[in-house]
């Protein structure tokens, strides 16, 4: 997968993506998932709700990338 900025860091296949992500400290007791890749860019923390979130990212990701592929 080609992007503007060069190869994409999530890669995929006919089957699964592989999302590269950081998690980092935030404040006291939280933390916050952040992806690699510049051009699929999010950020979400902990709670349920922004867990939720992630979910939902990931499953457009996911419909995106390999079931995109496979039409």
């Given at each position: 997968?080609?992007?503007?900025?060069?190869?994409?860091?999530?890669?995929?296949?006919?089957?699964?993506?592989?999302?590269?992500i950081?998690?980092?400290?935030?404040?006291k007791?939280g933390?916050?998932?952040?992806?690699?890749?510049?051009?699929f860019?999010?950020?979400?923390?902990?709670?349920?709700?922004?867990?939720?979130?992630?979910r939902?990212?990931?499953?457009?990701l996911?419909?995106?990338?390999?079931?995109?592929?496979?039409?």
């Amino acid at each position: 997968m080609e992007t503007k900025q060069g190869k994409s860091k999530i890669s995929v296949n006919k089957k699964s993506i592989c999302v590269p992500i950081y998690v980092i400290r935030s404040g006291k007791h939280g933390l916050t998932i952040c992806c690699a890749d510049s051009r699929f860019r999010f950020k979400v923390g902990t709670t349920p709700e922004q867990l939720q979130k992630l979910r939902k990212i990931l499953e457009i990701l996911y419909i995106e990338l390999v079931e995109g592929q496979q039409a």
